[in-house]
C-alpha cells in the first residue's frame, strides 16, 4: 500500500515509516501537520493516510481526516493518537476515518490494509 504518514512528532514519525516499510508499505509522503498532510494526499493520491490528532499549529487529525474524505474519499484514513476521548472518536466517525489508539500496531497494521466496512 501507498501511505502518507503525519506526526508531529518525528520520533513516532520516524517510527511509523520504519514499522511500514518493514511491512511491505510504500510511505510516499511524510508531514508534521494537517496542511501538508492534506497536501501530499491531493498530490500523491495514497492508499492510506495515518495521521495523528494533535499537530499544532494548523489542522487536527480529525479536521484533516474531514477534508481528506471530503475530497478524496477513496483514501482511507486512519486517526492514531494518544488522544482518545469521546469527542475524538466522534470526529473520527464523522469523518469517516477508523481510529486506533498509539501503541497498538497490530491495530494500526490491520487498521491500514483491512476494509472496515
Known amino acids: 500500500m501507498r501511505l502518507v504518514v503525519a506526526d508531529n512528532d518525528s520520533e513516532a514519525l520516524a517510527l ?8 511491505g ?4 509522503g ?3 501537520g494537517g496542511d501538508r498532510a492534506l497536501e ?3 498530490e500523491l493520491k495514497p492508499d492510506a493516510l495515518v495521521v495523528d490528532f494533535r499537530m499544532p499549529p494548523g489542522m487536527n487529525g480529525v479536521q484533516t481526516a474531514a477534508k481528506v474524505r471530503d475530497e478524496l474519499p477513496e483514501i482511507r484514513v486512519v486517526l ?3 488522544y482518545v476521548n469521546a469527542e475524538v472518536a466522534r470526529g473520527a466517525r464523522e469523518s469517516g476515518a477508523i481510529l486506533i489508539e498509539k501503541g497498538n500496531l497490530r491495530a494500526l497494521r490491520r487498521a491500514v490494509i483491512d476494509d472496515p466496512s
Request: aromatic share 14%.
Open 80 to 82: 492514531y493518537t494518544n
Open 40 to 42: 501530499l494526499c491531493r
Open 30 to 32: 511524510t508531514a508534521s
Open 16 to 23: 511509523l515509516v520504519t514499522d511500514f516499510k518493514f511491512e
Open 25 to 28: 508499505h510504500d510511505i510516499v
